[in-house]
Structures are given as C-alpha cells and as structure tokens.
C-alpha cells in the first residue's frame, strides 16, 4: 500500500453555470475521498473563510451590482485571497486534498468573459489572490443552457418562501448560454487542467465518471485501489 505520508495533496475545482451539480459533486467527491482514507477539505466560492463568506453574502445579495463588473471582480479577488492564504494554502501543506465548488475560472466567466472586464484586470487579479496556487485539476460541469436554466427556476419554486439572495441565478436564459460558452472557452484554453464533463446524467453516473477522470490524472489513486 501507498505511504500517504508521501502522497502529494491535490486541489481540485468545479466549475460550470448554474444548475449543473457542482455542489453536490463536490460533497460526492469528498465522500469518496474520505472512503479511500484520504483526507479532504470541502470549500466554495465566494466563502470558505469568514471574511470571504462575507463578501459573498454582500455580492450575492445583489448590494455589489450598481458599482459594476470590474468593481466585484475586486471583491472576488479579495475574498480569494483570504480563502487561499488561511484554507487552502495551511490544508495542502498539511495533506489534506482542498475540493472546491468554484475558483478563479469563475470570476473569468462571469466578470470577464461574461461581464466585459479587461483580461489585463482579472490576469492581475489573479496573480494576487492565487499567490501560485492554481488547481492541479478543474471539473468543467457541462450542461445544456435551458435544462440548466430549468434546474434553476425549479430549485427557485421549491425555495419559493427563502430568499437566497443569489442575483446571478435570476439571470435570463439568453446570459445562461453565455455563461456556457465562457466556461467551455476556458476549458479549451487550459486543456491541460481543465476536463469538461457533460452534466445532464444521473448524479451516480456522473460521480463515477468524475472518480474515473481523476484517478487518471492521479494515478496513486488508483494504485491504492488495488493494494
């Protein structure tokens, strides 16, 4: 068997438009983790520290909206930059996998691709709020734009008596597509991290075809599987 001691942590991301299963991959993937005796972190963003959790709260809320695009890229920006210094940075030096429900490529998406901000804003921003941690891999959740945008409005009629507060789920089904087509761009720019999964099956189908992505790009994975 593999001297985990020995095994190098790994930070994974998810990413994809709204509605795909992100978050519930992400709990799957812990889960599986965990079963293989592999100690793992959860987190998200914006979150994952109180500050961030914080910033999210305000931007989510719809209270950034008015200061526009390039203005919430900075307080993504700042929220990335506590959640990596004080999660991810201490729990991969500590031998614990980081699995996150979004990173950086989202603020890509949604404030550049999607938003309009210069490239030159969101590459420094980057820069900053990484401080050189880039995922090891990133899950691109693919899904239809109007099945997603259905999951959507649906999580929404069951939620009918909470406010979420959450703006970009209320977008309409014309910025969805966009959405879509930011996060495949991205996807074929950073083939070598990125591998885009279509999101339409069942949550079983899709957590084994996950499972089966990474352990080919972590081969001790698999390795320990079979010891």
């Known amino acids: 068997m593999l ?27 812990v889960g599986a983790l965990s079963r293989q005796s592999i100690p793992a972190v959860r987190t998200r963003e914006p979150g ?9 709260a305000f931007i989510l809320q719809g209270r950034s909206e008015l200061w526009g695009p390039g203005a919430e890229a900075v307080l993504f920006a700042a929220a990335r930059l506590d959640h990596v210094n004080q999660l991810i940075a201490p729990n991969l030096e500590s031998g614990r996998w980081v699995i ?18 210069d490239v030159k804003l969101i590459d420094a921003l980057e820069i900053l709020a990484l401080n050189g941690h880039t995922p090891d891999l990133t899950i691109v959740l693919d899904m239809d734009p109007e099945a997603a945008f259905r999951r959507v409005l649906e999580r929404e009629t069951e939620a009918a008596l909470v406010d979420t507060g959450d703006r970009f789920e209320k977008e309409d089904l014309d910025w969805h597509r ?34 089966d992505v990474i352990t080919r790009r972590f081969p001790e994975l698999a390795a320990e599987q079979l010891a």
Do not use: M
Request: some cysteine.
């Open 178 to 211: 966009r959405l879509r087509e930011a996060f495949l761009a991205i996807a074929r720019n950073h083939a070598d991290r990125c591998v885009i999964i279509p999101a339409g099956q069942s949550e079983d189908a899709l957590e084994q075809e996950i499972w």
């Open 3 to 29: 001297d985990r001691s020995s095994r190098a942590a790994r930070f994974i991301t998810f990413e994809g438009g709204e509605g795909v299963g992100k978050s519930t991959q992400v709990k799957r993937l």
């Open 48 to 56: 994952g520290t109180p500050k961030a959790e914080a910033i999210r």
């Open 100 to 117: 996150s429900d979004r990173f950086s490529d989202s603020t890509r998406a949604y404030q550049g691709l999607t938003g309009g901000v």
